[in-house]
């Protein structure tokens, strides 16, 4: 079998490059290729230079970033790019599927409308076409420009849908939501929990130490890409209900804040002394430095987010107990699996609570986490994708 990992993320930060390298390298036995865009970010991967293939399109400029020139309108222009560069960018894979034959060609992620493009492009070739569907309600639930965006293009993804082989999601609540949406998945969805590597024992003192943090204090940290649905305002307004004995680290890079806007977040809240920032892209060694020396994640999406998410999953690799909001995948996910707490609604008094409740028994809950570590690992989830390949 002969399969082609597609990715278009892997030009921005945040974690599809991770994506990318975490299943090529996990299916061992399969002979395997990505095609990316010419501006991938691949150095810190083990993939092989002759099995990348690339566009010659660019998409490090549709990051967020970009976009805040442009204020409230930047979103919705980003939105058009998106569009424009997707569709050039399977233009470009449809070329190559001419070059070189595959049984499988695996979309990791892609921009809707694109899809439904290459989709059709493809609707004759007997190639197997799997994609992984990140987002997860097409329902109208609020009158935002991306609910409504995704209720009008429903119908061109169902038509998609007709050839597609396999969709992969992650976890069984997005599952039912897009089979509710797209009655067309029903017998060819798979919902998989986002994967995270085993825990393997961490000296936390030691990197604490390392990162110039409190050794005294209880860790809370927000980690990954900073976008405005991940609510930091509330997370930083959580660490002022909590005592002095929880101190805060914030890494990573700002998606459409400024350094002056979370600095005047934590200003207001006259928790300067509680916070350790590093605001910029992360390696990953920065990136994992700064878990193992975390004693609980904080995830504070804001509560119209229905989906899974990167960072929520890999505290799992760092043996870290978790506190998300309620709804959507990564309450089930929590709750399932005993990872950490569900606050009771997506306010700050109640996110720490929720903080409170899990450091109050946190070695039960760490202990949780280690377990569920080697159930939810990556090689467990590409095997789950081999299934869907040979399916």
């Excluded at 990318?20 to 395997?32: E, W």
């Excluded at 798979?190 to 390392?210: F, M, Q, V």
């Excluded at 930083?236 to 909590?242: A, S, V, Y």
């Amino acid at each position: 079998m002969k399969v082609l990992l597609v990715s278009g993320s892997v030009s921005n930060s945040g974690h599809g490059t991770m994506y990318l390298d975490k299943i090529h390298k996990n299916l061992k036995t399969i002979d395997t290729d990505v095609f990316v865009p010419k501006d991938a970010i691949l150095a810190d991967t083990d993939i092989d230079i002759n099995r990348i293939h690339k566009s010659d399109l660019s998409f490090s400029k549709l990051s967020r970033q970009n976009y805040a020139k442009y204020g409230k309108l930047g979103m919705v222009k980003r939105g058009f790019d998106r569009v424009s560069n997707g569709i050039k960018f399977h233009k470009d894979l449809v070329k190559h599927l001419k070059t070189k034959n595959y049984d499988v060609v695996h979309i990791l992620d892609s921009e809707y409308i694109s899809y439904w493009y290459l989709a059709k492009k493809l609707k004759n070739n007997p190639i197997k076409l799997v994609y992984t569907l990140h987002a997860s309600d097409f329902n109208l639930q609020s009158f935002s420009i991306g609910s409504v965006y995704k209720y009008l293009v429903k119908s061109m993804l169902n038509a998609s849908f007709s050839k597609t082989t396999h969709v992969v999601c992650h976890g069984e609540w997005i599952k039912d939501r897009l089979v509710l949406a797209f009655p067309k998945l029903k017998n060819k969805i798979s919902g998989i929990d986002y994967p995270s590597n085993a825990y393997s024992k961490i000296d936390k003192d030691k990197l604490k130490a390392e990162l110039g943090v409190p050794l005294d204090k209880t860790i809370i940290s927000f980690l990954g890409m900073i976008r405005r649905d991940k609510k930091i305002e509330v997370a930083i307004q959580t660490i002022k209900q909590l005592p002095d004995n929880f101190h805060f680290v914030i890494a990573g890079s700002l998606s459409d804040y400024k350094i002056d806007e979370i600095e005047s977040l934590i200003k207001e809240a006259k928790i300067e002394n509680r916070v350790t920032k590093t605001l910029k892209y992360l390696s990953l060694k920065e990136y994992e430095d700064n878990f193992k020396a975390s004693d609980i994640f904080l995830s504070t999406h804001s509560d119209s987010f229905p989906s899974a998410s990167g960072p929520v999953s890999d505290a799992r690799s760092y043996g870290v107990p978790v506190v998300v909001p309620p709804k959507g995948q990564l309450e089930m996910y929590v709750n399932i699996n005993k990872v950490g707490q569900v606050a009771n609604s997506h306010n700050a008094k109640d996110f720490a609570d929720a903080c409170l409740l899990v450091n109050s028994n946190i070695d039960q809950y760490k202990n949780n986490v280690i377990k569920v570590s080697q159930s939810l690992s990556w090689e467990s989830f590409v095997n789950r994708h081999i299934s869907i390949y040979n399916g």
